[in-house]
């Protein structure tokens, strides 16, 4: 074995070539029927190598068999320890046991992947103890890693968490004391079998070392994820995807939809600043993907109407997510700056403001450096994305506005791909944001009569695709397109309200528009009511946990609106009473017969049970003042 | 009437699990399945069973235990609810998941004479149809189709000659649902026929061996059966359309590396690429942060399993009646597998689960009904002292007393204040800059500026404020840009050209010089050549773009002029009288602003 130009070692050398190429190339040519027939191959030959070297050893008396190590299979040693070790990892002693221990971690790996997982498992610990017998060094600190990986990814797959935990935060902390004490390239795990000279290039050694840490982060986020702790989680995935750009190591679509999709974790954590950075990066990582090939080119070959498709695809998910940006940042803002009925509340407003200024940008700063995706080529593109639209939440209309211009840019180009026609949930979903980008952008106009406008817009685009849609197939996005063209209408009823209020006496036209309003209201509530029928148009005794609340909701309004009708004759004033009464005692009713949905409608309730028993006193009025009138 | 129902059976122990001796771990209480960990845990004493709660739990162990449920049992409990939906014109589908070789084809399919749900279902369907056929007159047409999703990628496998061997695509009609394109579509007239066609679709379908099982089935295969009803109710000739979708799930063990718990491979994938996997992680990430409480926030995942997501889609999105079957095996040899088949089936409902609506809050409504109860309940103790007062406030139409018609005055007065010094400050904030001061005078507000400059009237919906562009010394180059370099003023509009027109500006005097081809006017006339601009003419660039050009040194000079009875106001150009000649003096008030501001077009 010491004498590496033997024709013998030539021969390991080229076995385990072979098994290399078997395992990673010809495995994937294998059919659908038989589909490991190359990794068993290449298992044979691992344990044929295996087993000659293991000869050597025993010859020359230097290991006995890891496996039969009385050390428990779980337990791990600290790292960085190195009392008791038996071999210098660069003694020739070492570099033999490592070899070994290199094959025991392939042949770890191929159980793995033939699904024979608690062989694998045996392979990877016997290598992990045949390296624990040596010192730490550059001939064996990525096999260490490795190893660990392995049996991270194992046990997780077993959902023995913590068991993962403890391999993957070792090899996490390996790594870093390496860096930190030796840090020069190591030899990687194709470096142990090759013949002398061939080795990898130093760039290629740092290279796969890196690449197998940026697993164990990845590893690790999973980890953390499945502990719950999901704000680690997602700094492991950040530095993920962050190493990855480094290190040049990624696909750029599969890149670009990852940060993307990172994104809208931060939004969720109100975390706009990080978010923006994922979106931008995404956008300008996206077109490193390549142009877009042209219609006529997608119609001549396949492969490029494939990549036509995906390159469209993926882009226009890129913007849907830059649309969720847009409309949480303006949510939360509105959140943050509406009273107790919803409206803008200027105190408040006076109050951010102030804050703002004395904000130290200092600090977000600091935080900024620690997120950033750094790669001097596209850099200047991310952060000039990034100008285009702001991260802070908007306190006025005008910062509102720029928000909601930007968003609004990305529903159009959404929607290029999205289309109606073969992408109904896709694209009605993306018209429902835009509708949201309105109602919330009419929170900060202080104007009625634009506010009323805004509305309109809303209505106009979700009244069409309503009454197009098919609720035997659409049933629930029919229920939210309902739904909030009837709350729409109200919003507009309300500011028509608000409007004709200021007029000493509303004009026969405004009453008009009003009444018009509120009966378009009622209508939508009335259909998605009518959704709930059975077949034979039965409303349910008992309605699914899901409807209950909106159902209910929906009745209430209508109670209300149907006792908001203006009329100037008392038989129809009268007659709407009349209607609105019977919803509330519906509402009343049901929770009577329904205890359980009393828990949900609770102020509903309270408020339908107090009409129910006091408009009959102005119905009687009306009566009376009819009877005396004629 | 969209309902999931999820369901666990536990088959027997097979001969194999008998060969090695296992043990019974599963244990069946009413609703619940409880599995026991034998293996060793490092804490004798700790939790040692786990229990999960459905809506059915089947026992099917041992046939000679009175507790054991036939499939019989199944189809009534499960069965017979999709053959309802179905004759209502529902959709319905059904999903099997499990373990290979954990009973899935057995609870699907059955064996001759111990029939499976998917048999006694088309036999159902074919039962009703005579029935109905006697009695109502109507018409029934049945047809299947049957395709696999293998990798993301959709075949047909009952393939015509089009569609042999071709990747189909999963689309999205408004009237007519999810379909996949161009798949085949075969009539059957009877059981045998609906048998067939099962037969023959799955040999083709995906099957693999690998050194642990002999079959596994590799992708989700949907066999759909499409039901249409055809009658005349009451002389109107009517159709009603209904899909069953019966859905054989991959394999657990495969779809276990993309849906439970993440970590696994994907098929094909080898360890040193399994990076791939990072979207699904960073994805639950963003799906589990919104879980839990109530739902405040809406983002979008992109990254989905596009078929199931699909599927999913098509039976939950609509009126439709969906369940789930999950088959185990008892063994303690397959502890991790049924734990994982259990999970997943624990959370199928969540997982399908979505909101019906996202509703506003009712706060305003509350804050005016109960002030409405309030006044009511004033006059129900009033009673009738003075009848004729009270009735005076039911006539007022919006049903508001005058005390609080009153005190909505003086709301709308605080409000009308408030939206004053706001839209101050907002136009403060767009003019302040050193070229243009903004004094108060009175009431109104003076706008002063040294330079000459345009005002942009613009349409767009949402402007707000008032857009000024300085006229600088020299040239000021006008178009839609992206011009390199880019233009000073960069416009959108109808008509408007990369580079349309540049203004210049020589001491003072400035001149707009229309570039070739470049549609301009100044005050409706169009113009072609260098054109010196007065103070308060309009122009247009384009179609619709708009400006007003205004010279605050010139306008100084002219009201010299005027004062000193040296201007005659012949140049009517240069002062026409239009829509916006509150400019005219260069000042702007206030509330002419506002004006401006509230009655531009949206």
């Known amino acids: ?630 | 009437m969209a309902s999931v129902r999820v369901a666990v059976r536990v088959r027997p122990l097979s001969q194999r699990e008998k060969d090695l001796s296992a043990k019974v771990i599963i244990h069946v209480n009413g609703h619940k399945t409880s599995v026991l960990n034998t293996k060793e845990t490092g804490e004798p004493f700790g939790e040692r069973g786990k229990s999960f709660s459905y809506d059915f739990s089947y026992d099917s162990m041992n046939s000679t235990s009175p507790n054991f449920v036939t499939q019989e049992k199944i189809f009534k409990d499960l069965g017979t609810d999709v053959l309802q939906a179905a004759f209502e014109g529902y959709n319905a589908c059904v999903f099997a998941y499990g373990q290979t070789g954990s009973g899935k084809s057995y609870t699907m399919m059955g064996n001759a004479g111990d029939y499976g749900l998917i048999p006694r279902i088309c036999e159902g369907l074919f039962h009703h149809i005579s029935g109905v056929l006697q009695r109502d007159k109507a018409s029934f047409h049945m047809e299947v189709s049957y395709f696999e999703i293998y990798n993301e990628r959709v075949r047909d496998l009952l393939p015509s000659t089009e569609t042999q061997g071709c990747e189909l695509r999963v689309r999205e009609h408004p009237k007519d649902g999810a379909y996949v394109e161009a798949l085949s579509k075969h009539h059957v007239q009877s059981y045998t026929e609906v048998g067939q066609l099962m037969h023959e679709g799955n040999r083709r379908r995906a099957t693999a061996s690998t050194g642990m099982n002999h079959v596994s089935s590799r992708s989700h295969a949907i066999f759909t059966i499409r039901f249409i009803k055809a009658m005349f109710d009451a002389e109107l000739p009517c159709e009603t359309v209904s899909k069953v979708h019966l859905v054989d799930l991959a394999g657990s063990e495969r779809a276990d590396a993309t849906q439970a718990t993440g970590i696994r491979l994907k098929e094909g994938a080898n360890i040193n690429r399994s990076l791939v996997t990072l979207g699904i992680v960073i994805s639950t990430l963003a799906d589990l942060s919104i879980g839990g409480g109530i739902k405040r926030k809406q983002n979008f995942v992109p990254y989905r399993d596009s078929a199931l997501t699909w599927l999913l889609k098509d039976s939950l999105g609509g009126n439709s009646k969906t369940i789930m079957i999950a088959t185990i095996s008892p063994a303690d040899v397959n502890y991790s597998e049924t734990l994982n088949t259990l999970r997943y089936a624990s959370r199928a409902k969540n997982i399908l689960n979505k909101p019906t609506v996202n509703e506003d809050s009712n706060v305003k409504i509350i804050r005016e009904l109960q002030a409405e109860i309030a006044r009511l309940k004033a006059l129900l103790s009033a009673g009738n002292q003075s009848p004729s007062s009270q009735m005076v406030s039911f006539e007022q139409p919006l049903g508001s007393s005058v005390e609080e018609r009153l005190h909505q005055d003086e709301a709308r007065v605080q409000e009308l204040t408030k939206q004053w010094a706001s839209r101050w400050k907002e136009i403060h904030n767009i003019l302040r800059e050193d070229t243009v001061a903004l004094r108060k005078e009175g009431i109104g507000v003076v706008l002063d500026s040294q330079m000459p400059y345009l005002i942009c009237i613009d349409e767009d919906l949402l402007s707000t404020g008032v857009v000024l562009y300085h006229l600088k010394e020299g040239k000021t180059s006008a178009g839609t840009g992206g011009t390199e370099p880019e233009q000073d003023i960069v416009l959108h509009g109808e008509a408007l050209q990369r580079e349309h027109c540049v203004f210049e500006n020589q001491r003072g005097a400035v001149t707009l010089v229309p570039l070739p081809g470049a549609r301009c006017a100044i005050n409706g006339v169009e113009v072609t050549q260098p054109y010196l601009l007065t103070q308060g003419v309009n122009i247009q660039l384009g179609k619709a773009t708009m400006f007003h050009f205004n010279h605050p040194q010139e306008a100084a000079q002219l009201r010299e002029k005027r004062k000193s009875g040296l201007f005659v106001s012949s140049d009517s150009t240069a002062f026409s009288v239009d829509t916006f000649s509150h400019f005219r003096k260069n000042r702007v008030s206030a509330t002419a602003l506002r004006d401006r501001l509230t009655r531009s077009p949206v």
């Open chain 1, 1 to 630: 074995m010491a004498d590496n130009q033997s024709a013998e070692w030539t021969a390991v050398c080229e076995k385990f070539r072979l098994a290399h190429e078997l395992s990673e190339i010809e495995s994937k040519k294998d059919p659908e029927n038989n589909p490991f027939r190359s990794k068993y191959k290449a298992r044979d030959l691992l344990k044929e190598i295996h087993c000659s070297l293991k000869k050597d050893f025993e010859e020359e008396g230097e290991v006995d068999n890891g496996a039969d190590s009385e050390s428990s299979h779980t337990v791990d040693g600290e790292p960085g320890n190195d009392f008791g070790k038996a071999y210098a990892g660069d003694s020739p002693a070492g570099l033999r046991v490592a070899r070994l221990a290199v094959l025991q971690y392939h042949l770890g790996v191929n159980h793995i992947e033939t699904e024979e997982l608690s062989a694998g498992e045996e392979h990877l610990m016997t290598c992990m103890k045949l390296i624990d017998k040596c010192t730490t060094t550059r001939e064996n600190v990525s096999l260490f890693i490795q190893a660990r990986n392995q049996l991270g990814i194992l046990w997780a797959g077993r959902d023995e968490i913590e068991n993962a935990q403890g391999f993957l935060e070792i090899a996490e902390s390996m790594y870093l004391l390496y860096m930190k004490e030796d840090g020069q390239p190591p030899l990687d795990l194709q470096d142990f079998f090759v013949p002398e000279g061939e080795e990898s290039s130093q760039q290629e050694k740092t290279r796969r070392f890196e690449m197998a840490y940026t697993h164990t982060l990845y590893y690790l986020a999973q980890v953390y994820k499945n502990l719950q702790q999901f704000e680690r989680a997602g700094q492991y995935c950040h530095s993920t995807l962050q190493r990855q750009l480094e290190y040049k190591q990624f696909v750029p679509l599969e890149w670009a939809i990852n940060a993307a999709t990172l994104s809208q974790y931060y939004i969720t954590k109100t975390r706009y600043m990080e978010a923006r950075h994922c979106l931008a990066a995404a956008s300008v990582i996206a077109t490193l993907a390549g142009e877009i090939p042209s219609e006529a080119a997608a119609k001549e070959s396949e492969a490029e109407f494939e990549k036509r498709e995906e390159l469209l695809q993926k882009r226009a998910e890129i913007a849907r997510c830059w649309i969720k940006y847009c409309l949480n940042l303006l949510q939360d803002a509105k959140k943050l700056l509406e009273d107790n009925v919803g409206e803008l509340d200027s105190d408040r407003q006076e109050e951010l403001k102030r804050a703002r200024r004395n904000e130290e940008e200092e600090k977000e700063k600091g935080r900024k450096s620690a997120i950033l995706f750094g790669s001097s080529d596209t850099f200047d593109s991310i952060c000039s994305l990034e100008e285009k639209v702001s991260s802070m939440l908007p306190l006025e209309f005008e910062e509102a506005r720029g928000i909601f211009l930007v968003g609004q840019g990305y529903v159009a180009q959404a929607k290029e791909y999205f289309e109606m026609d073969g992408h109904v949930t896709d694209h009605i979903e993306i018209l429902q944001d835009h509708s949201a980008l309105f109602k919330v952008l009419a929170f900060f106009e202080e104007d009625m009569e634009r506010r009323c406008k805004m509305h309109k817009r809303r209505v106009d685009m979700l009244e069409p695709i309503c009454k197009d849609l098919n609720a035997q197939y659409y049933l629930l996005i029919c229920r939210q397109l309902q739904f909030e063209l009837a709350e729409t209408y109200y919003e507009m009823m309300d500011l028509k309200l608000a409007v004709a209020d200021k007029q000493d006496q509303p004009d026969v036209h405004t009453i008009k528009k009003f009444n018009l309003l509120c009966s378009s209201s009622t209508r939508y509530y009335q259909m998605f009511l009518d959704s709930v029928r059975s077949p034979e148009g039965k409303f349910p005794e008992k309605l699914e946990d899901d409807l209950v609340r909106p159902a209910l909701v929906a009745k209430f309004r209508v109670a209300r609106l149907q006792s908001k009708l203006i009329s100037s004759n008392p038989a129809s004033q009268l007659e709407n009473l009349s209607l609105s009464l019977e919803s509330y005692k519906f509402v009343v009713q049901y929770c009577e017969e329904n205890p359980e949905a009393k828990n949900v409608v609770e102020t509903e309730l309270e408020l339908s049970v107090e009409m129910a028993t006091l408009l009959p006193l102005k119905i009687n009025r009306i009566k009376s003042t009819m009877a005396s009138a004629n």
